[in-house]
Every structure is written in structure tokens, then in C-alpha cells.
């Protein structure tokens, strides 16, 4: 079964950055790694989860929250696995718990979708 493990969290003080970083593994030969959109999610005390950013399998199309669009940028390299989040300019309002989210869509036999999440990590904001 697939596994996700984020690392990278912390405490940072505003304007800061932080990069976070998701390692995948036991992927199969039908549904490799590099089948599978990525994201990273998040959820604050008290809220629910939000998507933070995503990008497809291929890495040719990103897409971001209004809130941390122009601060944070997604990427993945899939010789290794990994996704990344760089988040730059960092509010108090970014604290939260960050997951690693991994996706595909299987149409044979049946449509059918997979979906894996890590365990989180936190980033908290704070001077």
C-alpha cells in the first residue's frame, strides 16, 4: 500500500520560509508514483482541511489556493518520489497541520479512485 511521510515542519517567525517535502513509496507497476496527482493539504485548529496546492501527475499543471498563491510553489520529482512544498512569506494564518495527499483514477475494471494521505506535519507561524 502506498505510504506518505512529510518532513520539513516547524516553527518559523512571519516573512520566513519553510520547505516541506513528501517521500512516497510502495507504489506498483499499473499505478507508479508517477501516475498519481500530488497536493498538500492543510487544516488549522478549529477548521477544516483545505487544499493548499496540487499538481498532476506529469508535474505540467499546478494549482494553489487564492491564499497562498504568488507565497508557495509545489513540485515533484518523480525519479524520486518526493513532492515538495516551498512556502515563502509565511503568515500566522499558514499554521496548521500540512498533509501529503496522493490521487489516481482507475477506469478498469470499474472506475475507481485511490486516494492516500500522510500523516502531517505542522507548521506553525508565529514571533
Known amino acids: 500500500q502506498v505510504q506518505l511521510v512529510e518532513s520539513g515542519g516547524g516553527l518559523v517567525q512571519p516573512g520566513r520560509s519553510l520547505r516541506l517535502s513528501c517521500t512516497a513509496s510502495?507504489?506498483?507497476?499499473?499505478?507508479?508514483?508517477?501516475?498519481?496527482?500530488m497536493s498538500w493539504y492543510r487544516q488549522a485548529l478549529g477548521k477544516e482541511r483545505e487544499l493548499v496546492a496540487s499538481?498532476?501527475?506529469?508535474?505540467?499543471?499546478?494549482n494553489y489556493a487564492e491564499s497562498v498563491k504568488g507565497r508557495f510553489t509545489i513540485s515533484r520529482d518523480n525519479a524520486k518520489n518526493t513532492v515538495d512544498l516551498q512556502m515563502n512569506s509565511l503568515k500566522p494564518e499558514d499554521t496548521a497541520v500540512y498533509y501529503c495527499?496522493?490521487?489516481?483514477?482507475?477506469?478498469?475494471?470499474?472506475?475507481?479512485?485511490?486516494?492516500?494521505w500522510g500523516q502531517g506535519t505542522q507548521v506553525t507561524v508565529s514571533s
Open positions: 495527499n496522493a490521487r489516481v483514477r482507475s477506469r478498469w475494471p470499474d472506475p475507481r479512485m485511490y486516494d492516500y
Open positions: 510502495g507504489f506498483t507497476s499499473r499505478f507508479a508514483f508517477s501516475r498519481y496527482d
Open positions: 499538481i498532476t501527475s506529469t508535474g505540467d499543471t499546478t
